[in-house]
């Protein structure tokens, strides 16, 4: 569902540290705080190179008024040499916030609907290492992993928000999914096995977390550099105010706009309640094999059609 790995091509070392350099230079000095998001990991040597890592740090230590950095990461690249060395590099001026996705706190749903591949271990051994050397941990949520109901999401982000909040990493970040061409989200999406979250799902989320976690999460997902093809919504009416509420609380943390959301008063909650209430689906490892049955049994049909169409072109040949 994410871009990890979508991108096909070989940027020089070089031109990766001047392009960062070049966006660097358009920050300007009165914004002291900085994500650098890379395509997945900024820590997995094939993505950046140790040098090109090195060089892309030391431009931001150059620009003293930046005070914090953001990278992202897998937890499965995160060693203490690298962020010791990270550190190193930025000085004692500018902090190292490293954001990992946890995705779920449930292994079923992390290791099979997401395909994470992360043990549960593995992530808390990062965070400790993340704290230890320094830097400040962020634990990242998928809301609405391909497969899960509404209801199930809403319950499966608490408690992830609610176990990150517990591993007292810096912010949490509930990223709605949204969906991209491409992507296993994408096909459930085409062949109308996914919807993407209701925000109403988001804002119910939100309220019903720990006051503690509530003060650290982030709300995010609503745009993105690549084209999407769908986001989290609601309907038409309300979903753009609901989403201006959600970014601005996510800039300002004050959760006076998330309560202004939830009590917007619109038609689509109704529905949306409906959505909620369905229980009459099967298990979920059930509707895992039927909606891949389904989409694999598109392209089996998508493929004899082609093998047709190009015996009909050998015969008029
Ligand atoms: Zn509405």
């Not at 994410?2 to 350099?21: H, K, M, N, P, T």
């Not at 190193?88 to 500018?94: A, T, V």
């Not at 949520?141 to 999401?153: D, H, I, M, Y």
Request: hydrophobic share 40%; glycine share 8%.
């Amino acid at each position: 569902m994410c871009d990890y790995g979508g991108f096909e091509g070989d940027i020089s070392e070089d031109i990766l540290v001047r392009q960062a350099a070049d966006l660097l230079d358009q920050w300007g000095e009165g914004e002291t705080e900085i994500n650098l998001s890379c395509l997945g990991s900024f820590f997995d040597d094939r993505e950046v190179s140790p040098k090109a890592r090195r060089e892309i740090l030391g431009e931001i230590a150059k620009r003293e008024h930046i005070q914090l950095l953001g990278v992202e990461s897998r937890a499965n690249d995160v060693s203490e040499a690298k962020v010791r060395e990270a550190l190193s590099i930025l000085g004692i001026g500018c902090c190292l916030e490293v954001g990992m996705g946890l995705e779920s706190v449930n292994d079923f749903v992390r290791n099979v609907c997401v395909n994470k591949g992360l043990p549960l271990r593995r992530f808390e051994r990062a965070v400790e290492t993340i704290g230890k050397c320094g830097a400040h941990a962020v634990g990242h949520v998928l809301f609405k992993p391909p497969f899960l109901t509404e209801a199930e999401t809403i319950s499966d982000a608490i408690a992830t928000i609610t176990y990150l909040d517990s591993l007292q990493v810096r912010r949490i970040v509930l990223m709605v999914a949204n969906v991209k061409h491409g992507t296993l989200l994408g096909e459930l999406y085409d062949h109308d096995f996914y919807r993407p979250p209701w925000l109403w799902s988001v804002l119910k989320t939100a309220m019903d977390i720990p006051r503690s976690a509530r003060d650290r999460l982030l709300i995010y997902g609503f745009r993105c550099g690549l084209p999407m093809t769908a986001t989290g919504h609601n309907c038409p009416k309300c979903s753009q105010t609901i989403i201006e509420l959600l970014e601005q609380f996510s800039g300002t943390g004050n959760h006076e706009h998330l309560y202004t959301a939830s009590h917007i008063d619109c038609p689509c909650k109704t529905q949306w309640r409906v959505e909620l209430d369905t229980d009459d689906l099967p298990p979920l490892p059930t509707r895992i094999l039927t909606s891949l049955d389904c989409i694999e049994a598109g392209y089996e049909r998508l493929s004899l059609r082609i093998s047709d169409d190009l015996s009909a072109q050998m015969d008029a040949r």
